[in-house]
């Protein structure tokens, strides 16, 4: 793909990539004949946004696909490159808007990399080049036409809407009626739904463009990313449809400038869950009951409901899913230490058993033996199979060693310590009592005065 | 107990958010009494956070207020306090501050929703004819009767020497320079009119001298003419002086010797107090 930004445009693309920028950490390029696509979901899966720039927004596009270079019917190479590195480049709208003149991207296949190049004043050219890795196109299964629900208004009326909520809300509800739209905060998933500030905002019919709500309906969804399609959406003064069906399903806000540029945000709703929405819309309204599973980021209930909608193999979460599972594994490991720990402590105190014990010991060993061969090969392995007829002490170092392979310093004493360490956590502990409490193993580093 | 208020101008509205925000930049808890003629806002010492000078703010109701409706628990108590977070506070007034369309009124309401909250309702003008309202519910605790002794008005203080205080602004940006010196600061004044702000370290002692200053007249003038000081943490200083949003017409410096530095703001339809005690190890 090679396409030139005339100047008059750059600004709208750069604010294109600080609207993506918000969403997600990667940015896909997906180059077609009619116009390229950038697109960008965010970790938990539940907030996806796509920009489509078609040719005309360009002085010159093309995408690469057969023609000039290559055989014919050969598909644009599609990618995705570092968010970070991506914004890095934009970062400065104001500087770029006044140094600019135009501006051109390439993706190099041969390379793999997106090139950046600013054709400044002066005949100052600025190259950056974005290192890409192939990737398959980034889909969202939605569908606009089948929303029951459908607003449209001017961005400024939504975002001097969202202007009143507090800067660190997580989730809004947005409640319709055939007159009326209030907007609220969504709290019930906070530790104290008492201690929260409630904010609600009417809104009239008469306020949007068009208004087609058939049925009464409240949705919830991220703020974080409506604000980013707002903070795209304002300053162009271009007008912000939403289509909605009911909560679980998508909402989809969109902004469209045809046939320069079109975006599209798709936002996971929250699936009803019979006891919390429902009951806050009484105005008794008491907190009795929450959902089990502590809804703290909306990834948790969004981000099954987004799985369904999103499907595209990724590499990365795959990897990140191992990360996570190895660490399951891990705990798993030191439960079996700990079983252990138990065992022959048992034993020690018990002398006379420790015929019956020897031969269920082996046992042990063997299963967490196989248990352990399926993770990579540490050395607390080896000690492992090599101490596992060893007394306390050098159990325990085990225990110190498996410990300190997954210690970030700073952080507060895991559960684990506490486990281990139970009494010392408990109220009624006093370090005074411990003998060899006041002997000084080794003085304070350094001098507080 | 019910309370309800109406502002209108968009002064007074500003005025109340910038106390707030003075008060949340202070501390994190603070007590909002309401009585027929005032409103205040008052941090107890004792109750806030450990950094946080206390402070004693009394707004005028008939300044701020258009509409302005109390009713205590009973007749001879026809006062309310609260317990809330400035902050919550702070941020919910804030919002509508920077938005562009400044609000056309502001009503504060006591209100029992989930739990007891103090409602603001926002009238926004909007972009058509209709009329925007945003209503925010921030919580607060309703203190007990037996609890309110806590949060009577202080005492003026027994003071040996009071001066009227330069430009906070002035006295800001020196306090600044001696925060890197030392963690305690040193306020000494004697009643014709010079206050010596100093700090003093192992290596270095730094003082600054103010001089002239005016000298405000108190009735009983038993002039001793000896220049008292008082030491008080540096950092509660900064904080005092940092969050102060407002600017005083004046203020007022007092000083018990070895006691305590009691300042006072005053400004047309309010006046804050602040008392710093004298810092303990010195």
């Known amino acids: ?449 | 107990m019910k309370f309800r208020g109406k502002m209108v101008d968009i002064t007074c509205i500003k005025q109340f958010s910038n106390i707030v925000s003075t008060v949340a930049r202070l501390s994190k808890i603070c007590v909002l009494r309401i009585t027929k003629e005032h409103v205040y806002f008052i941090i107890h010492e004792s109750g806030a956070v450990e950094s946080s000078p206390g402070l004693w703010a009394e707004l005028d109701q008939g300044h701020f207020f258009n509409e302005f409706h109390v009713e205590g628990v009973s007749q001879e108590d026809n006062q309310i306090f609260l317990e809330l977070e400035p902050d919550k506070l702070s941020k919910t007034l804030n919002s509508f501050k920077t938005a562009q369309p400044a609000p056309r009124s502001l009503k504060v309401k006591l209100t029992r929703k989930h739990s007891p909250c103090l409602t603001l309702e926002v009238e926004l003008p909007s972009l058509s004819v209709h009329a925007r309202t945003v209503v925010h519910d921030v919580p607060v605790t309703l203190i007990p009767r037996r609890q309110w002794h806590v949060y009577q008005e202080p005492e003026m203080p027994q003071f040996d020497s009071s001066v009227y205080l330069p430009p906070l602004r002035q006295i800001k940006h020196v306090v600044d320079r001696m925060k890197t010196l030392s963690q305690h600061i040193t306020f000494s004044a004697n009643r014709r009119g010079t206050l010596i702000i100093s700090v003093s370290t192992d290596v270095v002692d730094v003082s600054t001298h103010f001089k002239n200053l005016s000298v405000p007249v108190w009735g009983d003038d038993n002039d001793t003419g000896g220049t008292h000081s008082a030491t008080v943490d540096i950092k509660k200083l900064g904080l005092l002086l940092q969050g102060s949003q407002i600017n005083p017409t004046k203020v007022i410096c007092n000083i018990v010797a070895n006691r305590m530095v009691h300042m006072f703001l005053l400004h047309d339809d309010v006046t804050l107090q602040y008392f710093l005690p004298a810092a303990t190890n010195t």
């Open chain 1, 1 to 449: 793909m090679k396409c030139t930004i005339p100047g008059s445009n750059i600004k709208v693309f750069g604010r294109a990539i600080h609207s993506l920028a918000r969403i997600g950490e990667e940015l896909y390029v997906e180059p077609y004949p009619t116009g390229v696509y950038f697109r960008a979901v965010n970790s938990s899966r539940s907030a996806f946004a796509s920009f489509h720039f078609g040719s005309r927004f360009f002085a010159h596009y093309n995408d690469g696909s057969g023609g000039q270079q290559s055989a014919a019917g050969e598909e644009a190479v599609k990618c995705k490159v570092s968010m970070k590195a991506c914004l890095n480049v934009f970062k400065s709208l104001v500087t770029l808007v006044r140094s600019v003149e135009r501006s051109k991207l390439f993706l190099d296949g041969e390379e793999a990399k997106l090139g950046i190049q600013f054709i400044c004043k002066y005949g100052i050219v600025k190259s950056y080049n974005l290192p890409f890795i192939e990737c398959e196109t980034l889909h969202a299964a939605y569908d606009k036409t089948s929303c029951t629900n459908y607003i449209k208004s001017q961005a400024q009326v939504l975002s001097k809407a969202v202007i009143n909520f507090q800067s660190n809300q997580e989730e809004v509800t947005l409640c319709v009626s055939s007159n009326k739209i209030v907007i609220r905060t969504f709290v019930d998933d906070v530790p104290d739904p008492g201690k929260a500030i409630h904010t609600e905002l009417t809104l009239e019919a008469g306020e949007f463009d068009s208004y087609n709500i058939p049925d009464d309906c409240e949705v919830t969804f991220c703020l974080k990313e409506l604000r980013a399609i707002l903070a795209f959406a304002e300053p162009i003064n271009l007008s912000v449809a939403s289509y909605f069906t009911e909560p679980g399903n998508p909402i989809i806000f969109a902004v469209d400038n045809h046939p320069m540029f079109e975006s599209t945000f798709v936002l996971a709703t929250m699936a009803p869950k019979s006891n919390t929405q429902a009951s806050r819309n009484k105005a008794t309204d008491k907190h009795t009951s929450k959902p089990g599973n502590g809804q703290r980021s909306s990834a948790s209930p969004s981000c099954s409901q987004a799985a369904s909608w999103m499907k595209t193999p990724m590499p990365s979460t795959s990897g990140l899913k191992q990360a996570n599972s190895s660490t399951v594994r891990r705990s798993e490991q030191i439960t079996n230490i700990s079983n252990r720990f138990d065992e022959s402590r048992a034993r020690l105190s018990s002398p006379h058993n420790s015929s019956t014990r020897g031969n269920h010991n082996p046992q042990l060993g063997n299963g967490s033996a196989r248990h352990l061969s399926t993770q990579p090969v540490t050395h607390t392995n080896n000690v492992n199979a090599s101490q596992l007829e060893i007394s306390l002490p050098n159990l325990d170092v085990v225990n110190k060693v498996t410990e300190e392979e997954d210690v970030i310093p700073g952080t507060p004493p895991s559960k684990r310590a506490k486990f281990f360490f139970r009494r010392c956590f408990e109220s009624t502990f006093d370090p005074t009592t411990v003998p060899g409490h006041d002997r000084i193993l080794a003085s304070d580093s350094d001098d507080d005065s």
